[in-house]
């Protein structure tokens, strides 16, 4: 499976991810959130930053089903899905993972027809180093 390689900016997100909390990037001067991390606020051009805890809530924006699966490794899986998650604090935040059935679970596991744009998500972490992952909070 892919791995994260994370640059200086983003190595935050994957260690509060390894120990299973969401956290975003935020201003430290104007509290303006950020995804992808970077180094300068976009809004305020402040160097000053943050990493602010997030409930790990939001929506399926969008998603989409690879065919056929784009990457070989994961060929044993399709169809699996794609989605894009808008964070319930941060909502132009979106964050891409997959929809799974429980914290680890296969990408096959939750059948493409239960897809929804709009459906209320929250993350959960594999086990393999903290790569978040999604589940239906109403299943």
Known sequence: ML???PDA???PFWQYAARGELRVQSCADCGEPRFPPRPCCPHCQSFANEWTPTSGRGRIWSYVVPHPPLLPDYAEQAPYNVIVVELA???RIRLVGNLVSAAGARLD???????RVG???RVVFDADGGLPQWVLERP
């Open 119 to 121: 459906a209320r998500v």
């Open 3 to 5: 791995k994260p390689v």
């Open 109 to 115: 596991s939750v059948p493409v027809e239960r897809l």
């Open 9 to 11: 900016d983003g190595a």
């Open 89 to 91: 604090e941060a909502p």
